[in-house]
């Protein structure tokens, strides 16, 4: 019966993600934890074309210990490729946003992990 539940939730599950990526705007973040460092990614998505995207990234860093915070901006192109979103953002470096809905980051500046998947509504 488990087996049963979780075939249902996973075909349920997978259209759900792929709608939010196939409006004409959406947004992708990730937070994540290193020391008392918090470092998060906001992306936000406008399609330029079928699985292309023009983006916006924003990445800050916060320390908890001593409240200081940096920011870095920047903007560039996704494409989607195999399943996965390729995302070239400039100085900000390259991401890539999984099918299981995990995003990774080459830059220290930028987090990398789960993402949460939105349209803005």
């Not at 946003?97 to 993402?115: D, I, K, R, V, Y």
Request: aromatic content about 4%; proline content about 3%; glycine content about 14%.
């Amino acid at each position: 019966m488990r087996a049963l539940l979780i075939a249902v939730t996973l075909v349920v599950a997978a259209p759900a993600v792929a709608g939010v990526m196939d409006q004409a705007r959406w947004s992708a973040g990730a937070v994540e934890r290193r020391g008392p460092l918090t470092v998060t990614t906001g992306l936000d998505f406008v399609r330029t074309g079928p699985g292309e995207w023009r983006v916006r990234a924003r990445c800050e860093t916060r320390d908890t210990r001593t409240g200081r915070w940096s920011a870095r901006t920047g903007s560039g192109v996704a494409v989607r490729s195999m399943g996965m979103v390729m995302i070239d953002v400039g100085r900000l470096g390259r991401m890539v946003l999984f099918p299981n809905g995990e995003l990774a980051s080459n830059t220290a500046a930028c987090a990398s992990g789960t993402a949460d998947l939105g349209t803005g509504d």
